[in-house]
């Protein structure tokens, strides 16, 4: 069993010293944050209560693909007959997929993290925190290492990724997740560097998939921030310029960062 490096920094300069020293032996780094140390990487399709198995998940799946595709027209101008850019939009708007969002960039990550944690009533953080770092290029090698695989990242396009695509049979599906590049179909997706890990057949959350599979033990990393550093680190994160109108850039991000800034909740 192969077990993921952990850190537990204290403050910004720590946790930057730390991805600094991950960014300077690999070409690639991607990043994730979680509002609670204790959440897996698994995608939103497979978070309902009942634990449903597989194949329960691809007809899930493909009944949302349906509804949207039947609904969503009156509300949108694209052309979505791409059936992989509709994933990306449904994910785009919160609805469940195979798709888990990552990030180009530590600091949105770390926003992410530590803007959605949960607060006692005296706002004091009930949770830690964490940030993941993956080398994608180094995933994607080992789970596609049943065929050839030229070492990219890979994107809607490629040969690589026909057996994830939206409504392909179960039995056709490949089993583990890869990293991607997705459509960039919206301010934010850019604001936000905003990249993605696709999941096929197999639901089981990277981790576990990590531990249990033949990678090597440095392509996942896990950086967790403890509840009482939380605040310090977002107030440092803040201070470098990494504020909501950033992560949003419309409207409702700068009304989240003018409340903020004058002290509204």
């Known amino acids: 069993m192969t077990k993921f490096e952990s850190h537990e920094p204290n403050s910004l300069t720590e946790i930057l010293s730390?991805?600094?020293s991950y960014q300077s032996v690999?070409?690639?780094?991607w990043?994730?944050?979680v509002n609670n140390e204790t959440h897996n990487l698994?995608?939103?399709i497979v978070r309902l209560p009942n634990s449903p198995k597989e194949e329960d998940i691809i007809k899930i799946e493909k009944e949302i693909y349906a509804t949207f595709s039947q609904r969503s027209p009156p509300f949108i101008e694209k052309d979505f007959s791409n059936s992989w850019r509709?994933?990306?939009f449904m994910q785009h708007y919160g609805i469940p997929t195979r798709l888990l969002d990552w990030s180009e960039s530590p600091f949105v990550a770390l926003y992410f993290a530590l803007s959605s944690v949960q607060r006692t009533q005296t706002g004091k953080p009930q949770k830690d925190v964490a940030m993941w770092l993956c080398d994608p290029i180094a995933w994607?090698?080992?789970a596609l290492s049943h065929i050839t695989y030229k070492g990219e990242i890979l994107d809607e396009n490629c040969e690589e990724i026909k057996a994830y695509s939206p409504g392909t049979e179960?039995?056709?599906r490949a089993t583990k997740p890869v990293?991607?590049?997705g459509t960039h179909n919206s301010p934010r997706i850019v604001a936000q560097r905003g990249v993605f890990a696709l999941f096929g057949k197999g639901l089981t959350p990277m981790e576990k998939i990590f531990e249990d599979e033949a990678f090597s033990k440095d392509i996942l990393t896990k950086v967790i921030i403890k509840k009482e550093h939380i605040d310090g680190v977002l107030k440092s994160l803040f201070q470098k310029g990494i504020t909501e109108s950033v992560i949003f850039p419309d409207l409702q991000g700068l009304a989240l960062e003018i409340r903020r800034k004058f002290g509204y909740k």
């Open 26 to 29: 690999r070409e690639v780094v």
């Open 170 to 172: 179960i039995d056709h």
């Open 86 to 88: 509709s994933l990306f």
């Open 31 to 33: 990043y994730r944050g």
């Open 140 to 142: 994607n090698r080992t």
């Open 42 to 44: 698994a995608p939103s």
């Open 179 to 181: 990293m991607i590049y």
């Open 18 to 20: 730390i991805v600094e």
